[in-house]
């Protein structure tokens, strides 16, 4: 079974997609923010992490940049509900940013279980080594 870890302060971010993937016969992992997704990262193993961007004790980015560099193997969904004054032409820069940083997908909350979905399965279907192409 397929384990996801997914970290985000959001209480109710993390039940509505634990409930989502659950029915979808996913193990998931709750962290209620960064320093506790570094602890489940150490103590178990996982084949997909949703990473929300903008969490307490973490500046901006930092979290993405952290959870890649630390299991550089596990794709890695970037997730943020941050609003930008114009989404038009922030959205690229934000989604170019999380990319380069080590994300495999970036997802803007709110999103549907559908999209959820699609990025959960795209990561499970990739090949874990080399799975990030080279740019």
Known sequence: MPRVLVVDDDPMVCIA????????GLEVTIADGGEAGMRELASATF??????IFMPHMRGFESIRVFHERAPDIPLIAMSGYA????DTA????LRMTLEL?????LR????PKA???????????PTMGAHSKQ
């Open 47 to 52: 084949d997909v992490m949703l990473v929300d």
């Open 84 to 87: 930008f004054a114009n989404a």
């Open 17 to 24: 997609i634990e409930v989502c993937l659950q029915r979808q």
């Open 109 to 112: 909350k709110p999103f549907t």
């Open 91 to 94: 959205s690229p820069d934000f």
């Open 102 to 106: 080590g994300a495999t997908h970036c």
């Open 116 to 126: 959820l979905l699609a990025a959960v399965n795209d990561c499970l279907n990739k």
